[in-house]
């Protein structure tokens, strides 16, 4: 084999490597189980997200800022490669959670909109940590 065959071998070994590299670390984020405490930036609304539901909570006065939490509902889930969409229907309206990015999470970029059986987008900017 002459030297311009063992440079191409070596260039196609390492490309393999490296789209087994970039396929092996978009599933890991996409397959990683998530949970997120988010809110809005009002805290308006305050929820958290699981791998499999999603659970929101309410501050109740009576109770000196205890959190009283609604059931978890059931959330059908979209991955993307390094980040979700959630949809969940709850009181009649149909949730939909965004996160664009697992590893960098902000308000600019993930957020939750809320539709009423009439047609009615609220959208709200939403914070989110990982615990």
Known sequence: MNIEGLKMTSYLFLGAIAMLYVSFMNEAISATPVNLKCHTPNEEKIFTVGPEKVTFHHEDAFHNGR???STG????????HIGFTKVLYMNGNKHRIHIQDLRNMNDVHDYMTIVSPKGHTMTYPINCQRI
């Open 67 to 69: 959190s009283i939490s």
């Open 73 to 80: 509902v059931s959330a059908r889930t979209q991955n993307t």
